[in-house]
């Protein structure tokens, strides 16, 4: 027979010794397996770390295909402009709202206003103008002549300005005539303390030249130049509201509306006996319209 194992050989191993209740080979029940083998004694190896798989801890979703970068390709800016709404434009508020400040003078039916009618402060009399309702107004304007003449050349600078900055062919008339001083120049009827001027502010507004260069000069307000107080004056006729209130003249440029040349008196409408049903149901029927405002017509109730 062959020698056995020497002892000791396998007892570093580390191999538990065989039971003693061990079934032999020939003694075992049939059908039972036969024992297992031992294996023989390997070294372990440690994993190797590239070839267990990667960590999936991170919180972030995982790029999509498309939004990876491809190697080799640069990211191009994008040049697409931001669109930009426009601003709007800053409101202007109506300036020379006292009367010292203005260059003109205006006049209802040949009053002055309460700063230039001195007669009537010494004497303690009243400064305001009292009209019937719809009754026959005549505002009188007079304004500089150094002032129009000034004027009309600042806005021929700004008009040949544009005009050299958009390129437009046609530039303004080289020959400045009164006409050309007096364009847009408009009287206004508004209630008192309204805060703009304009036509969009007044119950009426009429400019002094016709707008329709068609129907010529036969259409325009009577206006005059005195020589003499090197002034320019005007009278533009007007009736006065069916509503009983205040109100005034103010004389501005329709393209300049912020900017208020002259005041006249205070005008107070007042409804004579025999108009005040007509006057009622004037204010009434304002109520169920949709194109006044509701407040002015209950300050012409107060009135």
Not at 60 to 80: F, H, I, M, R
Request: aromatic letters at 6%.
């Amino acid at each position: 027979l062959p020698p056995g194992p020497q002892p000791g050989i396998l007892s570093g191993i580390g191999l538990p010794p065989p039971p003693h209740n061990t079934v032999s080979i020939m003694n075992r029940p049939p059908g039972m397996p036969p024992p297992m083998r031992p294996t023989t004694a390997s070294v372990a190896t440690e994993p190797v770390m590239s070839s267990l798989p990667k960590s999936t801890s991170s919180i972030l979703p995982e790029p999509t295909p498309a939004a990876l970068p491809q190697k080799g390709s640069k990211s191009e800016p994008d040049t697409t402009s931001a669109v930009k709404t426009p601003a709007k434009p800053t409101k202007q508020w109506r300036t020379q709202t006292r009367c010292e400040e203005q260059p003109g003078r205006l006049f209802a039916n040949d009053m002055p206003a309460a700063s230039f009618n001195l007669a009537a402060v010494s004497q303690n009399k009243s400064t305001s103008l009292i009209a019937r309702t719809r009754s026959e107004l005549t505002a009188r304007w007079v304004l500089p002549l150094p002032y129009l003449r000034n004027r009309a050349i600042r806005r021929f600078e700004e008009l040949k300005n544009a005009a050299e900055e958009s390129e437009v062919s046609r530039l303004p008339p080289q020959n400045l005539t009164i006409r050309d001083a007096l364009k847009t120049l408009t009287v206004g009827l508004f209630r008192r303390g309204a805060a703009d001027n304009g036509a969009s502010s007044s119950i009426v507004s009429k400019e002094i030249l016709c707008a329709d260069s068609k129907e010529g000069p036969d259409k325009d307000y009577f206006f005059n130049i005195d020589q003499r107080t090197d002034t320019v004056f005007g009278t533009v006729p007007f009736y006065a509201p069916r509503t009983p209130g205040n109100v005034v003249f103010r004389l501005y440029y329709e393209d300049e509306p912020h900017v208020t040349l002259a005041c006249g008196p205070c005008i107070e409408v007042m409804p004579s006996d025999n108009d005040y049903d007509s006057v009622l149901r004037f204010i009434l029927s304002n109520f169920k319209s949709k194109k006044t405002n509701g407040m002015s017509s209950l300050n012409a109730l107060a009135a």
